[in-house]
């Protein structure tokens, strides 16, 4: 099967500028996941959507953070404005009902890098 | 979920088996005990799970202590496709997937 697709790859932007992610996950996987991973560290989870509704975002710095996951399968996660402690990877995941058996499966994630 | 505790780094000779411990000292009844990996400049990948009973898959196996306070991922011949980032966590079974520090493994030639 396909995996979880993302893009860009890299993007590199100036600090207070405006940037978007998109994530393709595995069809038929209910459930979307958005990590950041700083340099050094394991991944943090920022946002879970369960088909179209979002479970959990108590960990989306909200202020300057948005994701949407429009018709329950696609979603982008957006920064506006960005700043330099943003630069990270940011990772999609998916997962059947929750990932309870195989976890879930990632992405390869796009980097940002805010100057 | 639970907290877990793993050493920040380990060595392997290409061919030997690569022993990754874990300790999960509070582990609830109702958790698993899940191993990823991350390879360099890729998303983390799926290894294993658990929750009383050794496991074994065409990747790794999974020995996690009666008590289950503790387990260690073994990956039986190590190549050095394996150097990786390793990720023990411990979660109930539809619950938050909370990565750690994790284990660098190096297999060495």
């Known amino acids: 099967e396909a995996g979880v697709a993302q893009s860009p790859r890299y993007k590199i932007i100036e600090k207070r500028q405006s940037v978007a992610f998109w994530c393709n996950p595995i069809?038929?996987?209910?459930?979307l996941y958005w990590y950041q991973q700083i340099l050094g560290q394991g991944p943090k989870l920022l946002i879970q959507?369960?088909?179209?509704?979002?479970?959990?975002d108590s960990q989306l710095p909200k202020d300057r953070f948005s994701a949407e996951r429009l018709k329950g399968v696609d979603s982008t996660l957006k920064i506006q404005p960005a700043k330099l402690e943003d630069s990270a990877v940011y990772l999609c995941a998916s997962s059947l009902e929750g990932g309870a058996n195989y976890g879930y499966t990632f992405g390869s994630g796009t980097r940002l890098t805010v100057v | 979920d639970a907290k877990t505790t793993q050493p920040t780094s380990m060595d392997c000779a290409e061919g030997r088996a690569a022993n990754l411990p874990c300790n999960h000292s509070t582990i609830s009844g109702n958790e698993y005990v899940y191993w990823y990996r991350q390879i360099h400049s890729q998303g983390p990948q799926y290894i294993i799970h658990g929750l009383k009973n050794n496991e074994t898959n065409e990747m790794a196996s999974l020995i996690i202590t009666e008590d289950r306070k503790s387990s260690t991922l073994i990956l039986p011949h190590a190549t050095l496709r394996d150097t990786a980032v390793y990720y023990c966590?411990?979660?109930?079974?539809?619950?938050?997937?909370?990565f750690g520090q994790g284990t660098i493994l190096t297999v060495h030639p």
């Open positions: 069809s038929g996987h209910a459930t």
């Open positions: 966590i411990v979660r109930v079974a539809y619950g938050k997937l909370t």
């Open positions: 959507f369960q088909n179209n509704g979002v479970v959990d």
